[in-house]
Structure formats: C-alpha cells, structure tokens
C-alpha cells in the first residue's frame, strides 16, 4: 500500500511544469559540468589554469545548487497537473534566461584582442611579455544584457502562457551556451 503525502501536492499547468523542468534541467545539467570541470582544477598539481582555491570554491556553491535543482526537479515531478495550477516556475526561465545571456556577454571582451594576445585586467597580453590596450566594448555588453532582460519581462511574465513554450527554448539556448561559453573560456582553459 502507497502512502500519499498530506498535504496533496499542489496542481501545477502544464506549461508551468515545462518551465519547471526547463529550469532545473538546465541548472542540474551546468551544475554537473561545473562540478566535474572545478573537481579537476581544484586537483591540478603542477602548473594550473586556475587558482585551486577558486576552483574550490566554485565546487562546493556547485553541489549545493546542483542538489538544489534536482531536489526541486523530484518535487515538481510529483505535482499533478491541472489547467489552473501554478505557472510560477516561469519566473525560473526569466532568471536562467537573464542570467545565461549575462554569462555569454561577460565573454565579449575576450574578442578585443588581436590573435596571440589574451584579455587581461584591461589590457591584451601576449605570451612574449607585450602588452596592449584592450578595446572597450563595454556598449555592446549592456545592449545586449539589457536586450536579454527585456525579452525575459516581455515573454516570461506576461500574463499569457502561450509563449511558455518559446521561452523555455530561449531560456534554455541562452543559458546552456552562455554558461558553457563561461566555463570553456574560464575553468577549462
């Protein structure tokens, strides 16, 4: 005999449930990339990448998140649907949506250097010692955050949920490859 919880879980839409599972997907799948890529810089011995202290770091705000999203991945999992359950889970697009954007144009800078030359703290340095001015694109960072945090207000909490399903997608390409560049280009260099 199967016992059910008291209280029943609450009913949740189906396009709440997509949004739901979009957001903690996404975050449990980086959440795990982030892991195994910060577990093998924080055991780096000889020369490394990163700093193993950062590195670290990075692991253990990992594992919380990560067994966060699943946790939440199991509990929406067992809510039942109905046409008038809960949409909120659409504001987790809106955050993933805004924040993997954020992540892919904090790697905008990376392009102001000539080949051979690697963005540093405003300055493009080349493996021979020399140094040169980075270009400021600064504009360009803001337009397009600015840009994502738009789209996030207009198709994530408008009142309709029709538009659930193109924000889930949007959201989901926005932080996989924003927060795939971030890692390819900080802890797996």
């Known amino acids: ?31 795990v990339a982030y892991g195994i890529a910060a577990a093998k810089a924080t055991m780096c011995t000889g020369l490394c990448a990163v700093n193993q202290g950062f590195a670290g770091l990075i692991f253990l705000v990992d594992i919380v998140v990560t067994a966060a999203a699943v946790a939440a991945l199991r509990s929406v999992s067992r809510r039942p649907i109905h046409p008038d359950g809960d949409a909120r889970w659409r504001f987790g697009l809106a955050v993933i949506l805004v924040l993997g954007a954020a992540a892919a144009t904090s790697r905008i800078p990376d392009f102001t250097c000539p080949d051979g030359y690697r963005l540093g703290i405003e300055l493009c340095a080349a493996q021979s010692g020399s140094r040169i001015a980075a270009t400021s694109w600064v504009w ?29 997608a949007l959201a989901a390409i926005a932080w996989l490859g924003g927060t795939g560049w971030l890692l390819v280009t900080t802890l797996l260099r």
């Open 1 to 31: 005999m199967s016992q059910r919880p008291w209280p029943p879980p609450q009913p949740i839409a189906r396009e709440g449930k997509l949004a739901a599972y979009t957001t903690t997907l996404c975050v449990a799948v980086v959440g």
């Open 140 to 168: 360009l960072k803001d337009v397009l955050s600015f840009g994502a945090a738009v789209v996030a207000v207009v198709l994530t909490l408008g009142r309709t949920r029709r538009l659930i399903p193109l924000t889930a």
